[in-house]
């Protein structure tokens, strides 16, 4: 990400490395040595892992190195609520985790255009891969997660499930702009996930945390994963 967000048709040499859920500096130190590419910044959510302070990511968005990119990882759905956390924070880039109109996400576009916008779609089932189409709509990318945002309580990331991932290859074959895939990866399925999605990048929380905190020795293992994929 850091290097840019070429499409699949443009052609990558890896796996681009998002390691979201990031609490305080010292396990953004943590992802910026294992070679993450992004790190993500939890804001406030109904439900899930994660959620720190605006202000405290707005910290660690100012720590994070070129060419790491923050992402503030939002849940909100209107244009004034969105802008509202992004010039608290000032992340590099904003990942969208409810579904918003297309409309939105121009309107952020034109009020912050240095801002990347990466949009998630919860694949429930095959009616995703049209969602999907029509999320890339003033999208920079798109992420595919477990979630289900009709719950009564809604799950917007964070689950630690996985989804139908052939449903998820057919998104990134079809998709005009570059795909991460996201829903309960650990470094133990890493491989089978790059192989059968075929993902621009990856986007990992609860596979490489013990106790809830970074772990050295799951991030290690995931660094090793991702090097023989």
């Known amino acids: 990400m850091g290097a840019g967000w070429q499409s699949r048709a443009e052609g ?26 992004a ?5 406030p959510m109904p439900s899930g892992p994660g959620p720190i302070p605006l202000e405290r990511a707005a910290e660690l968005a ?15 759905r209107s244009e004034e609520g969105l ?30 255009p240095w801002l990347r916008l990466l949009q998630v ?26 979630g289900r945002p009709g719950a009564p309580v809604p799950e917007l990331g964070g689950t630690g499930r996985t989804h139908d991932w052939s449903i998820a290859r057919r998104i990134v074959e079809s998709a005009r702009v570059p795909v991460f895939l996201a829903g309960g990866l650990r470094p133990e399925t890493i491989g089978l996930a790059i192989r059968s999605v075929g993902p621009f990048g990856i986007d990992i ?3 490489i945390r013990r106790d809830g905190r970074l772990d050295p020795e799951r991030l290690a293992a995931l660094t090793a994963a991702l090097a023989r994929a």
């Open 83 to 112: 802008a509202r956390e992004v010039e608290i924070v000032s992340p590099a880039a904003l990942q969208i985790v409810d579904r918003v109109e297309p409309e939105v996400r121009y309107a952020l576009r034109r009020a912050f």
């Open 205 to 207: 929380c609860s596979g």
């Open 121 to 146: 779609v919860h694949v429930e089932g095959p009616e995703a891969i049209e969602e999907a189409r029509a999320a890339t709509a003033g999208s920079d990318a798109l992420l595919l997660d477990s």
């Open 62 to 76: 100012r720590l994070c190195p070129p060419p790491v990119t923050s992402v503030l990882v939002s849940s909100a």
């Open 12 to 37: 990558f040499v890896r796996t681009r490395l998002k390691i979201c859920c990031i609490a305080d500096a010292d396990e953004l130190r943590r992802a910026v040595a294992a070679g993450a590419d």
């Open 39 to 43: 790190v993500g910044l939890v804001g």
